[in-house]
């Protein structure tokens, strides 16, 4: 029943405000909830209404059963290298070239692909596309990944992303050799406002959000180029406070230091290393040189801390390796 602090309130926002439990054990988003009013699952005075209507003080709300979430995507078989499971959710060392979800320029071939074969029951978990996800890497980025298994965890382990709670670690190879052995950097990110699919702290559209990236230098690799010259390869740690799109790729690219194989952010030094197979492994790296090592959540059953790796891949691994080998030092 709608009390009288409810009166002249949408029913949209009443159930936002007043159903919040049932709508996070059901995974509903506003729009969903919004279809569901439509489809006169949700009704009031037991009659289907609009999202928008005005409630009074003797209006009953009811909420009806809620159909299974339909769902275009298909399953494939696609392996996964899973790190941890349990009851209420799994790690994952996402593979390089594997987008998230899929999109437009990858359809097929994507980690929920792989989730709904593995775990069909995932289907009915979280928004529709997204399946379990509780957060994202970009296609090209390897390593540690949370999925929900749960309508509970979801809630809990998304929350936790969004309280910056959750501790994250990544390594990238960089060109050059930054100023330092560490520091934070602190520029907010916005859309870029010429190149749509690129981000930017530099030349970002006026609504920008905070983004804060602490890193700190693992390695230098001192490498000959011409009889004049010394170019530089670091190995950084990075550890993003904020999860904006792109956030390290851009950080580090207008600091100056952008990461190896970053098609979109990158840039390089003219081809003058003296080593042809640096030259062929670093200009040729076929994705961003950037893996998510670590990750740290609280379990949402147990509230214990835990933390997962995922070693570097092995494309990165070898670059690493090589280098160690010709460095100057």
């Given at each position: ?124 978990i979280g928004t529709e596309g997204r ?199």
């Open positions: 029943m709608v009390g009288e602090k409810a009166s002249g309130m949408r029913l949209d926002v009443f159930l936002s405000q007043n159903l919040a439990e049932e709508l996070k054990r059901y995974g509903l988003t506003r729009s969903r909830m919004q279809k569901l009013i439509k489809d006169g699952v949700i009704t009031v005075n037991g009659a289907p209404t609009r999202s928008s209507r005005r409630l009074k003080p003797s209006d009953s709300v009811e909420l009806g059963r809620i159909p299974k979430l339909e769902t275009k995507l298909r399953a494939e078989a696609v392996l996964l290298d899973i790190i941890h499971e349990d009851r209420d959710f799994l790690v994952i060392n996402k593979a390089p070239g594997m987008a998230v979800h899929p999109a437009a320029g990858s359809v097929t071939g994507t980690l929920v692909n792989a989730l709904l074969h593995h775990y069909p029951e995932l289907k009915e399946p379990g996800i509780v957060h994202r890497l970009d296609k090209d980025t390897s390593g540690v990944m949370v999925v929900a298994k749960n309508h509970r965890s979801l809630q809990l382990l998304a929350q936790q992303f969004k309280d910056r709670t959750v501790h994250k670690e990544y390594l990238a190879l960089v060109w050059g050799k930054l100023k330092g052995d560490s520091g934070i950097i602190d520029r907010p990110i916005g859309r870029h406002r010429s190149q749509r699919k690129k981000m930017s702290s530099r030349f970002a559209y006026s609504k920008t959000r905070e983004a804060l990236t602490e890193w700190n230098v693992e390695k230098c690799f001192e490498l000959k180029a011409d009889s004049r010259s010394i170019r530089w390869v670091s190995l950084c740690r990075l550890r993003p406070k904020t999860g904006r799109t792109h956030q390290i790729r851009v950080h580090l690219a207008e600091l100056g230091h952008p990461v190896i194989g970053d098609k979109l952010y990158g840039g390089r030094p003219k081809a003058d290393f003296k080593n042809r197979n640096i030259i062929s492994l670093l200009y040729d790296f076929p994705r961003q040189a950037l893996h998510a090592e670590r990750l740290e959540i609280s379990h949402p059953t147990t509230g214990r801390r835990i933390e997962f790796k995922a070693a570097l891949y092995n494309d990165i691994h070898e670059v690493v390796k090589e280098l160690e080998t010709v460095s100057c030092k």
